[in-house]
Nanobody, 128 residues
Framework: QVQLVESGGGLVQPGGSLRLSCAAS????????IGWFRQAPGKEREGVFC????????YYADSVKGRFTVSRDNAKNTLYLQMKNLEPEDTAVYYC?????????????????????WGKGTLVTVSS
């Protein structure tokens, strides 16, 4: 059974750093598209990162390029989102999600398309 569990959220001051984790079970990270998404209060869900298993490419949203980095620990089957230079605008619930089709990619019309398993999210609050 596919399951994604996010952790690591919390309160951080502007300019600070935080690392989120997405522990995956029921599938192997390397072979399926997976992404990080966020949703701020009153705003639409935004794709932050997407890994395409079809061609190995990774994509970052322009709003986080140079500040956010995604890595993985294959032994733990866990995806990490390292966030630096955080801004109040980064405040949101952060979710990881995956597409359960083997070799799946990141949809060109929106990374969330095709993502059929989602974690429950972890809240990140950037505030002084």
């Amino acid at each position: 059974q596919v399951q994604l569990v996010e952790s690591g959220g919390g309160l951080v001051q502007p300019g600070g750093s935080l690392r989120l984790s997405c522990a995956a079970s029921g599938f192997t990270l390397d072979y399926y598209a997976i992404g990080w998404f966020r949703q701020a209060p009153g705003k639409e869900r935004e794709g932050v990162f997407c890994f395409s298993a079809s061609d190995g490419r990774v994509y970052y949203a322009d709003s986080v390029k140079g500040r956010f980095t995604v890595s993985r620990d294959n032994a733990k089957n866990t995806l990490y989102l390292q966030m630096k230079n955080l801004e109040p605008e980064d405040t949101a619930v952060y979710y990881c999600a995956t597409n359960s089709h083997y070799g799946s990619g990141c949809s060109r019309i929106g990374w969330h398309y095709g993502m059929d398993y989602w974690g429950k999210g972890t809240l990140v609050t950037v505030s002084s």
